[in-house]
């Protein structure tokens, strides 16, 4: 068999033909020119055996010369003569070569030639041409085509890792009379390659099949992927090949289907998985055709694997534990992975929920820290899910989650008691394993019941107010029009009044006290004192943060700017509860001015201007200005309001008022402005100073 054109060698064993002798009366000398080893060869010197057939009907006859021509005994000529199957002789005569010679050179068989079986005797000639005994050989001659044969490829595809078996179609009858001989075979890619080198003929070499005409099956070795042509021609026994190769075309397909298993978790499962195979094959495909044809199968832990035909299969994995799955395929060409490189997947099942508990006790520096731990012998905590929650004791309502940080097996949640009213609560702690599985507990490690009572840390007490650590007072009064004041010094932060008016502008004191509600002192404590300014202020809160004396009071000064609600606040920590107090008021008077441009008014005369401004530290001047009050009075008469202004965006205003009535006349009138309340304006109404003008 020839692959790409290439010939495959061998070797032609040369066998001696059978020689048979006449026979010859007398044992004169002349008996003694008898050829010795007669062979018959083809037109290129290639000797064969007495059964072997040719192509053409031309020979080379030789021989070895008889001893008795090296003792002196000449020889003179050689002769030989050709018969048919019959004995009749052909040609016009003998063929005589004069002379000592050892072959004849171009022994041919007359036309008309019919293939067929020929007999050639062979003689020489001594002195006198006496003429020695005959030798006799067979010519076996064939030069008929034996008729064209087809290849056989296998049906479908091969398979990478096997051998292509191609059967060789028989040629039609009748047969040439040589049989035979077997098939010649080529196989290439498509380039178009021959199995014999010679156009009518092949060589023994080319013959791949030698047996003869039932000799028809060839394996053709492992050949590479894709698709290969196989070529194929009959050869007779004379080694004429038939007219025109017959041809088939093989498809290879060395490549493994591609699997892929879906179900598996990358994690553990909680339950029975069911995973599934499916394969793919670009080549031969994974069309289910019968028990023989393509399968997708699954092995689990070593079992015997389930296979069902056709590109997928499934399977249900169950127990606890880790578990083996493989899983392949085999295509329509048969390729089928080795058992040692089957791809693997691992699947993990944990079913029983892990165990949940609270620690023994809860940790005295940190009161409110509520901690447990989780455990699971198997597919062990999950990292990244777990909950805490509290809820009232012995009530029926949810619990409520608590923030929870999960730090490998353990959960751990602050539990705000600042925030929940006094009183036992029940806590739940829910954990979960990296399968799904979920377990809440409301016990400690020791299986006792975690309730604690609230509030869990020590309690904290602040009373503060206006003034320093004393606050001088005046209580003023009125009596029968007269007004009379007492000074009045109070030192407790809880006895002061919880509203105080102060001028524009001014700062003020404000301190406390931060204790344990035992009485005991709190100091070095952070302490944030809150003032919530009233509606116009910016900004509307401001925050300072005091750090308590050793005896627990603190101290700051309250800075200038509008009205606002002051509160001591203390954060609480981790082992004192949160707490405030001294909730007060601080009534910041408006800032209003005002003059006048002269302090007489001629009667009838230019008129008297009135300006001044509102201050406006800590807030903004609403858009479109402050309304302000002009209000005046005389001797013995109540004030009364003449003309509202509106201030501009700075809070200036200016008024123009001419005195006409000549009853003004020699009358000292006072004159001043008002800031009335406003809903977004942070201070309190406030009147300026009086300015006097005289009428003239």
Same mark, same amino acid.
């Given at each position: ?72 005994? @000449? ?9 048919? %199957? ?44 006496? @003429? ?11 030069? %008929? ?13 091969? %398979? ?6 191609? %059967? ?32 009518? /003929? ?127 395929? /085999? ?5 089928? @992975? ?59 309502? @949810? ?298």
């Amino acid at each position: 068999m020839k692959r790409a054109g290439c010939s495959l060698l061998a070797a032609l064993a040369i066998l001696a033909a059978p020689l048979l002798v006449s026979d010859s009366a007398g044992a004169d000398q002349a008996s003694q020119l008898l050829p010795i080893q007669l062979q018959v060869k083809d037109s290129s010197g290639i000797a064969g055996d007495a059964n072997r057939w040719y192509p053409d009907n031309s020979f080379i006859l030789s021989w070895i010369r008889p001893p008795i021509a090296e003792q002196g005994f @000449p020889i003179t000529a050689a002769n030989y003569r050709l018969y048919n %199957a019959a004995g009749s002789a052909l040609g016009e005569g003998d063929v005589r070569s004069p002379g000592d010679v050892t072959h004849f050179g171009d022994a041919r068989i007359p036309a008309p030639v019919d293939p067929g079986v020929y007999r050639v005797d062979v003689w020489l000639e001594g002195i006198e041409a006496q @003429p020695g005994p005959r030798v006799s050989a067979t010519l076996r001659f064939d030069d %008929a085509r034996p008729g064209p044969v087809r290849p056989l490829p296998p049906a479908g595809w091969v %398979a990478g890792n096997a051998s292509a078996i191609v %059967a060789i179609e028989h040629p039609a009858g009748p047969q040439p009379v040589s049989g035979i001989r077997g098939y010649a075979v080529s196989v290439d890619r498509g380039a178009g390659s021959l199995p014999c080198a010679g156009s009518d /003929r092949c060589s023994l070499a080319e013959t791949d099949l030698r047996g003869g005409v039932a000799d028809d099956r060839i394996s053709l070795g492992f050949l590479p992927e894709g698709v290969n042509h196989v070529r194929a021609v009959a050869v007779s026994g004379s080694g004429k090949r038939s007219l025109e190769s017959g041809s088939a075309i093989v498809r290879v397909d060395a490549t493994l289907p591609e699997v892929t298993l879906r179900g598996a978790p990358s994690s553990w499962a909680s339950g029975p998985v069911r995973v599934t195979a499916s394969s793919t094959d670009a080549l031969s495909g994974m069309a289910a055709n019968g028990p023989s044809g393509p399968f997708t199968a699954i092995a689990v832990d070593g079992a015997p694997p389930k296979a069902e035909p056709g590109a997928s299969t499934d399977a249900v994995i169950a127990g606890e534990g880790t578990h083996a799955v493989a899983f392949y395929a /085999r295509d329509a060409a048969g390729n089928l @992975p080795d058992e040692h490189q089957l791809p693997t997947a691992a699947v993990r099942i944990d079913e029983t929920p892990p165990q949940v508990a609270f620690v023994a006790a809860q940790d005295p520096a940190e009161p409110e820290r509520m901690e447990a731990i989780v455990a699971d012998r198997l597919s062990g905590p999950d990292p990244a899910r777990g909950s805490i929650a509290v809820r009232p004791a012995h009530s029926r309502q @949810p619990f409520a989650r608590l923030p929870t940080t999960v730090s490998g097996n353990r959960l751990v949640a602050r539990w705000d008691s600042d925030s929940f009213p006094h009183g036992n609560y029940e806590f739940s702690a829910t954990g979960y394993d990296a399968a799904g599985n979920a377990t809440s507990s409301e016990r400690r490690g020791n299986g006792v019941r975690l309730v604690l009572a609230n509030p869990l840390k020590k309690p904290t007490a602040i009373a503060a107010g206006f003034g320093g650590r004393r606050l001088i007072w005046h209580r003023c009064s009125r009596d029968k029009g007269q007004r009379r004041c007492r000074r009045e010094e109070i030192e407790a932060f809880e006895r002061r009044p919880k509203t105080r008016a102060t001028p524009y502008g001014h700062s003020l004191a404000y301190a406390g006290g931060l204790s344990s509600v035992s009485g005991s002192p709190l100091g070095g404590q952070p302490v944030q004192i809150v003032e919530i300014f009233s509606a116009g202020a910016d900004p509307g809160q401001r925050t300072t943060t005091v750090e308590t004396a050793p005896d627990g009071t603190f101290l700051t000064r309250l800075e200038p700017g509008p009205s606002r609600r002051v509160e001591a606040v203390f954060a609480g920590n981790r082992t004192l509860t949160r707490g405030s107090g001294g909730k007060v008021r601080l009534q910041v008077l408006g800032d209003v001015r005002m003059h006048a441009s002269s302090s007489t008014a001629r009667i009838g005369g230019a008129p008297i201007v009135f300006s001044g401004g509102v201050g406006d530290l800590g807030a903004s001047i609403p858009t479109g200005g402050r309304p302000v009050e002009l209000q005046f009075r005389f001797p013995g008469s109540d004030w009364s309001e003449f003309r509202t202004v509106q201030s501009d965006a700075h809070g200036h205003f200016r008024y123009r008022y001419a005195f006409t009535d000549d009853d003004s006349r020699g009358i000292r009138f006072q004159f001043r402005a008002f800031a009335p309340a406003q809903d977004d304006w942070p201070y309190e109404p406030a009147f300026s100073r009086p300015v006097l003008v005289t009428g003239r």
